[in-house]
């Protein structure tokens, strides 16, 4: 409340004590890593009420299985309230991402949870190479479905053929016909986001994991 006053009388402006966060991580900017952006964040209250912002769990074409890897990721990461010690709660995280890849690796995620969606940017006729939102709705558009510009197609990826399979087909995929390895990319990411703050680089992750 004392801080609130100060910037009271320093601005003029009227403040509002909203919540107390035991630390903040504010992550990497994507055009210049020397660089911590407003907008990528995460802090964490001692009430739970935590503020995420701008990571893969909050983006909308993140599917469920790697923003639930992340969330978890986080929420271990909370548990610590003092920032000086997060490092301490890296092997809890390395364990649960090892779990989390080896369901993956032996097919024990639901395949509704690895449904990506994608708006598709633009008509599919002015597509000079198919994106893989665009390479789904072609599929959807064989099947005699009506896609167009601004749609949400959802798809899995695949390691065979064009990559991709649309998730609204008559039929899903098999789980063997899943791509393992783009999911397993998919985690590395999601992971290396929330833990950059604490100097973990993809070469580090990937070393570790």
Excluded at 92 to 119: H, I, S, Y
Excluded at 127 to 148: C, D, E, F, I
Excluded at 166 to 176: G, I, T, V, Y
Aim: with cysteine; aromatic share 8%.
């Amino acid at each position: 409340q004392g801080l609130v006053k100060d910037i009271e009388q320093e601005t003029q402006l009227p403040m509002e004590l909203e919540n107390v966060y035991a630390w903040f991580a504010f992550l990497r900017s994507r055009v210049n890593p020397n660089l911590s952006v407003a907008n990528r964040f995460y802090g964490i209250a001692a009430n739970g009420d935590h503020k995420i912002r701008g990571v893969a769990s909050r983006r909308g074409d993140t599917c469920t299985f790697i923003a639930n890897i992340q969330n978890q990721v986080i929420q271990i990461l909370a548990k610590e309230q003092d920032s000086a010690k997060l490092v301490e709660s890296l092997p809890d995280v390395l364990v649960f991402v090892q779990e989390q890849l080896a369901a993956l690796k032996t097919g024990n995620v639901p395949l509704e949870e690895l449904v990506v969606n994608q708006t598709l940017s633009r008509e599919l006729e002015h597509y000079s190479v198919l994106s893989p939102p665009a390479t789904a709705a072609h599929q959807l558009q064989v099947h005699g479905r009506t896609v167009r510009m601004g749609m949400r197609i959802r798809y899995l990826y695949v390691s065979r053929g064009p990559g991709v399979h649309a998730w609204d087909l008559p039929n899903a995929p098999d789980w063997k016909a899943i791509d393992r390895t783009q999911y397993r990319k998919l985690i590395m990411r999601a992971v290396q986001e929330v833990l950059q703050p604490l100097g973990v680089t993809d070469a580090i992750l990937k070393n570790w994991l």
